[in-house]
């Protein structure tokens, strides 16, 4: 499926329903306050959709699930397994640089392309768009023989 590179005004209003879906989260031990949303392609949903997650802690650290993890999972539970990303928008409300995780960016591709751009906010405060492809490079699939 060719990726259409989103509108600057998709690429707005990410960041808005990232922004408001970090308000929401559940971060007692960390305090960093995560909010990711995630743009589908028009043919899985209504155009334009856009999902937003937050990241949720749990007392047993290991157990916390990310704001991008939380987003696709609700992605898929709103429009279904044959969900395509065509970008992501990862904000804090901790004025910090943050980057999808390695487990994210490897989730993130699950339903996207290589090409696909992320926006996330660097150490000086400015959004960095990378593609998937930058970010996760030599990733791993599943090709059993
Ligand atoms: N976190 C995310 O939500 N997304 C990432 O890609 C990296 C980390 C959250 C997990 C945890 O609640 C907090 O940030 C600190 O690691």
Known sequence: MPVSAPTPAEIATLHQRATEAAQNSYSP???FRVGAAILLHPDDSQEG???AGTNVENASYR???CAEQAAIAAAV????????IR???VVNLNGA???PCGACRQTILEFADPETPVFYPSANGETVAATLAELLPAAFRLTPK
């Open 29 to 31: 031990y960390s305090r």
């Open 77 to 84: 539970t709103l429009y279904g397994p044959a969900i395509r």
């Open 97 to 99: 640089a943050s980057m």
């Open 49 to 51: 959709a856009i999902v």
């Open 87 to 89: 970008a992501v928008a």
């Open 63 to 65: 157990l916390t699930c």
